[in-house]
């Protein structure tokens, strides 16, 4: 039973354009939703998160957005560049629960 | 700060043979994670600890089992490794905020 779902395994983007993630989950309780990147033999690591408290959250280059209402966040990167490229994999927990579940992931490949 | 750690990075193993993944992590962080991760997969929780002494089941845990003597270590045990075992595995551990922090992975196959 997934409850994070991304649907898009793999995402090409030209370098300078903008890459846009896209995440749905099923589970209403979830309340805190991370996204971790992760290149080839390496460990994820944290990019950016948002509390459901909020709608869009940016850090620099990454800004993610969350409604509600729909399940669904994105996270978009602008603008891309080629250190980009990497496995970004959705997370999500609820309040008081420290555990995390994730999703399949998308490859994004930066095209020069 | 190493962070967290992981031994071996790689390993092949016969069905049938134990063995045990390491981990360790010298943040001081009461949380700690075992994932297994199969290709074109999330991150599957196999086992988690909040704090020494204290283990508990996740999502996928048949055929390992876990120890948590101290802060620092969180060792992962295969008792009677199978294909389906084949993955890559990875420790992680936490304040009990929600950001977890990864190690480098073990590539563990089953022949």
């Known amino acids: 039973d997934q409850q994070v779902k991304q649907n898009s395994p793999s995402l090409s983007v030209q370098e300078g354009r903008i890459s846009i993630l896209n995440c749905d989950y099923t589970?209403?309780?979830?309340?805190?939703f991370l996204w971790y990147k992760k290149y080839p033999a390496e460990g994820p690591t944290f990019l950016i998160s948002?509390?459901?408290?909020?709608d869009k959250n940016e850090d620099g280059r990454f800004t993610v957005f969350l409604n509600k209402s729909a399940k669904h966040l994105s996270l978009h990167i602008v603008p891309s560049q080629p250190g980009d490229s990497a496995v970004y994999f959705c997370?999500?927990?609820?309040?008081?629960?420290?555990?995390?579940?994730f999703g399949a992931g998308t490859t994004v490949t930066v095209r020069a | 700060n190493a962070g967290v750690t992981q031994t071996p990075k790689f390993r092949i193993l016969k069905i049938g043979q134990s063995m045990t993944l390491q981990c360790a992590q010298d943040?001081?962080?009461?949380?700690m994670y075992w994932y297994r991760q199969d290709p074109g997969m999330g991150l599957k929780l196999i086992y988690y600890?909040?704090?020494?002494?204290?283990?508990d089941k996740g999502e996928v845990p048949n055929g390992y089992n876990v120890s948590r003597s101290t802060t620092e270590d969180f060792p992962l045990r295969l008792e009677l490794a199978a294909p389906s075992q084949t993955s890559v595995y990875f420790c992680?551990?936490?304040?009990?905020?929600?950001?977890?922090?990864f190690g480098p992975g073990t590539r563990l196959t089953v022949l």
């Open positions: 943040m001081n962080h009461n949380y």
């Open positions: 948002i509390s459901s408290i909020k």
């Open positions: 589970n209403s309780m979830f309340d805190y």
């Open positions: 600890s909040v704090g020494a002494g204290i283990t």
């Open positions: 997370a999500a927990t609820g309040y008081g629960d420290y555990k995390l579940s």
């Open positions: 992680a551990s936490g304040a009990g905020s929600n950001e977890q922090f």
